[in-house]
């Protein structure tokens, strides 16, 4: 998996607690995305993650060092590749079939786990709202910790959509190529993988743009529909519904 977004700048002054759940936040989405590579892989019928030991969620088993750092320093960076052998992907319909479904659940899992966060942030909301809590640092936390858990798992998925190699989006997305031309270009993914990270970096402005138009989406399909749930039990309760 590969991200970009500066995720320092997403928590604001940088401060222990705004660092610790940096690392948390960061920690746990990539351990579900590469996991989910992992499983999804093992349900096609390869093996060879879980003989990795990657098919697990301890962030140790996932996380490359260097590719953190970036990620927290630089605004871009990568976790350990995981290993997949297309060629055992004998539960799978076909080799091409099997790398899309493998591929698509990295970023699908992000959206599921951002979601399950926006409604924690939402509930955890409405409780402090109904006993008088929400101007409690603990609960500050946990509402920071929600929502950063949500946009962090946002914007990787959106990255990660990216119809790039080596990004998930390309190998979802380029199976709409013809065969030949489609694996041409999934063998010098290295190559371009390279050059697109150059590109990120110095052109980030225009990524971030891209970025939130891929958001655009998620935002109506997600964060919106349950914000507005939450709402209507709040004022259902008597409180005041709160901001989306």
């Not at 607690?17 to 579900?32: A, F, G, K, W």
């Not at 297309?86 to 079939?97: D, G, I, L």
């Not at 990270?197 to 971030?208: D, K, N, Q, S, T």
Request: hydrophobic residues 55%.
């Amino acid at each position: 998996m590969k991200g970009s977004i500066n995720l320092l700048n997403l928590f604001g002054d940088i401060d222990i607690i705004n660092v610790l759940i940096t690392v948390l936040v960061l920690s746990l989405s990539i351990s579900v995305h590469e996991a989910s590579h992992a499983y999804a892989a093992f349900r096609m019928g390869d093996d060879t993650a879980a003989l990795s030991g990657r098919l697990t969620l301890n962030p140790l088993k996932h996380i490359d060092p260097i590719g953190f750092l970036m990620f927290l320093l630089l605004g871009i960076g990568y976790a350990k590749p995981v290993p997949i052998n297309p060629a055992r992907f004998t539960e799978a319909k076909s080799t091409r079939y099997g790398i899309v479904y493998t591929s698509l659940w990295g970023p699908l899992s992000n959206i599921i786990l951002g979601a399950i966060a926006w409604i924690l942030y939402c509930l955890t909301y409405t409780i402090a709202m109904g006993f008088g809590w929400v101007s409690s640092d603990i609960v500050f936390a946990f509402l920071q910790l929600f929502s950063s858990l949500y946009m962090v798992n946002m914007w990787l998925a959106a990255f990660n959509l990216l119809p790039v190699p080596p990004l998930d989006g390309y190998k979802i997305f380029g199976a709409l190529l013809p065969q030949d031309v489609y694996y041409k270009i999934l063998q010098k993914e290295r190559i371009i993988g390279l050059v697109f990270i150059l590109i990120v970096i110095f052109f980030r402005g225009a990524l971030a743009t891209v970025l939130n138009w891929i958001l655009v989406p998620f935002d109506f399909i997600i964060r919106q529909p349950i914000g507005w749930l939450f709402q209507q039990i709040q004022t259902a309760i008597g409180l005041p519904p709160m901001p989306i």
